[in-house]
């Protein structure tokens, strides 16, 4: 059995450097996505400190007639809420995620392929978008 050989056209050190260019914008523009999800605000009422105290004691006092599936049900409830209640009032800042995110964004949407309209319904405000010089016809 012949052994292996390597590539025909190994990788010039050009083509690595723009790999990793793209790898790095990926994860600007990631990270930036991920924080405006985590940070959208949510419908309806407001949660408070006290409304999630008040239904995690709640939670408690239902377990202790709960059915086996109701109980399963109401504990991953209770640990949902015991992190909600750590994470309450935590706001990620957005102006480094932003910052960079205007850096890299007109490129990474043109190589993508990426809308101006398909920045907005994810999330990204106009201003942003501007500030990275993408306009309603890209």
Not at 127 to 133: I, P, Y
Request: charged share 35%; hydrophobic share 40%; net charge positive.
């Amino acid at each position: 059995m012949a052994a292996k050989s390597g590539p025909k056209n190994p990788m010039t050190n050009q083509h690595k450097a723009a790999l990793a260019a793209g790898r790095a914008e990926g994860r600007i523009v990631r990270d930036y996505l991920e924080a405006l999800r985590t940070n959208r605000p949510k419908r309806g009422r407001k949660r408070t400190a006290d409304s999630i105290k008040k239904r995690l004691k709640a939670v408690a006092d239902e377990l202790c007639v709960a059915d086996a599936l109701s109980e399963l049900k109401l504990i991953q409830e209770q640990m949902d809420l015991e992190i909600e209640l750590e994470n309450f009032g935590e706001m990620v800042d957005l102006s480094g995620l932003e910052t960079d995110f205007i850096r890299v964004a007109k490129q990474y949407s043109q190589r993508q392929g990426i809308s101006y309209g398909a920045w907005r319904k994810v999330g990204v405000e106009p201003r942003v978008l501007k500030s990275a010089g993408i306009d309603r016809t890209a």
